[in-house]
């Protein structure tokens, strides 16, 4: 039976990660869901599968490549983003010089279909979600028959790269959930979320075009897990891995109330005693829904606010008002639920008025945990448009990044950007009534040690 390979590689060559290089450091890593999705549905119809997740083991480059050449796979699945290209492209030659087949998926393929294959030392692509393309693809392999007609599938033939257009996977349910037992479950960590955890996606696509978020064909139309094998995961991983939190990673969690009050009422019904967290939209949450996922479990809710300034979040599309924020916020709290709030510092068009709004804005919501990222443009984006347009952004920025022409990190925006950022950290998580209520919530060593992390890391920020 053909040996295959999954591989998520470490961050090589990521420079434009807009998050503070201390507070990247000890953010945690998470498990790999796409290709434990991919794994699980790989050993459904009999494929010999390992995962190798370089960066939840922490290994350097040569024993990424020693590992490889040890297995030998017979093809070799690469997750691919294009902020971190360059080490894709670094483990795809580890892969073919021992002879296997290479594979790539992952948003770099739907943002660069065939520039991505364009290397002697990749074999093919796929675009949008690869669960059912990849299987396809494996058996016409193993079958020596022609590639032509797999779904998603980016292939060359003769001296042209072909692409058939992303797939989709409209019944979600027709996927195993993932494939746990192939990952280094001892080695995810979150500073903020108690070990061991996992990650969990109940939906996919969100309907929301927000100018700053990257979104493939696939990511536009929501589909949803039956909320029953959602709660029969995770209770298997309560029983298997003994998890004591559930960090869900949908777009929006609460995007159709039915599919959450689904979920929640699953837990309530089993009796599941499990914290779990995810990430929504302000404009789709309500009292009555907060109080039941409380009950359920919900310890933590993640907001996308993004910005204190009304003008500056009309410019983004976010569909939002900073009273709703107000009012949502309130609700959260009176439900006992914490709150994580996203803003973006250094936005298009932004100045000293409307940063300092922001970080006014986000001392008043007072949330338990907040994030202060600078504004990157991201490929294919209303952002991107508009900063590329007013020659803030090489047009060709990304393209030359992911083809090695271009090594240096993307300007910010907004000069400056990164010091108003380091300025948001520091002006919210130093107040002395922030440290005080912090430190009358910690709970366990396993909490202070990670909260003096945290304020080494806020206190290394340049």
Request: aromatic share 10%; net charge positive.
């Amino acid at each position: 039976m053909m040996k295959v390979l999954l591989v998520r590689y470490h961050d090589k060559g990521n420079i434009n990660t807009r998050l503070p290089e201390s507070l990247n450091e000890i953010q945690g890593v998470y498990p790999p869901l796409g290709i434990a999705y991919i794994a699980a549905n790989l050993e459904k119809h009999g494929f010999n599968v390992k995962i190798l997740d370089a960066q939840a083991l922490n290994i350097l480059s040569t024993e990424a490549r020693d590992f490889i050449m040890k297995e030998k796979p017979d093809v070799v699945g690469i997750s691919a983003m294009t902020p971190n290209f360059e080490g894709v492209l670094e483990v795809a030659k580890f892969s073919k010089e021992s002879g296997a087949t290479v594979v790539l998926g992952g948003p770099q393929i739907s943002t660069y279909p065939k520039e991505s294959i364009d290397y002697d030392f990749v074999d093919y692509a796929i675009e949008g979600e690869a669960e059912e393309a990849f299987v396809e693809l494996l058996k016409r392999i193993e079958n020596k028959k022609s590639v032509v007609g797999v779904p998603g599938l980016v292939y060359k033939k003769g001296n042209k790269i072909h692409s058939s257009g992303p797939t989709i996977i409209m019944d979600l349910n027709s996927i195993p959930m993932p494939a746990w037992h192939l990952l280094p479950m001892d080695k995810y960590k979150c500073i903020i979320t108690e070990k061991p955890f996992i990650t969990m996606i109940t939906s996919r696509g969100c309907p929301y075009q927000c100018g700053f978020c990257f979104k493939s064909a696939t990511d536009k139309i929501n589909r949803r897990h039956n909320p029953k094998s959602i709660v029969d995961e995770i209770e298997k991983c309560i029983e298997k891995y003994k998890i004591k939190e559930v960090m869900f990673y949908d777009d929006t969690l609460t995007l159709k109330r039915d599919h959450i009050e689904g979920i929640c009422n699953e837990i309530l019904k089993r009796g599941l005693k499990i914290k779990w967290e995810g990430p929504t939209r302000l404009n789709v949450v309500d009292k009555e829904l907060l109080v039941l996922m409380k009950k359920a479990g919900c310890f933590r809710l993640r907001f996308g606010v993004e910005s204190g300034d009304p003008r500056i979040l009309k410019l983004m599309r976010k569909g939002i008002t900073l009273d709703l924020a107000r009012k949502v916020f309130r609700w959260t709290k009176q439900a006992g639920i914490q709150r994580f709030a996203y803003f973006m510092i250094g936005y298009y068009s932004e100045d000293a008025k409307t940063m300092r709004n922001t970080i006014n804005f986000a001392k008043e919501l007072d949330p338990e945990w907040i994030m202060f990222t600078a504004a990157t443009p991201l490929p294919k984006t209303n952002l991107f448009d508009l900063c590329t347009k007013d020659g803030l952004t090489d047009e060709n920025y990304w393209l030359d990044y992911m083809k090695g022409k271009n090594d240096g990190r993307m300007d910010y925006i907004v000069k400056d950007a990164d010091k108003w950022a380091k300025k948001a950290y520091m002006e919210f998580y130093l107040r002395p009534s922030y440290i005080f209520k912090k430190i009358m919530t910690l709970k366990s060593p396993y909490d202070v040690m990670n909260n003096i992390k945290g304020a080494i890391a806020i206190l290394r920020i340049r």
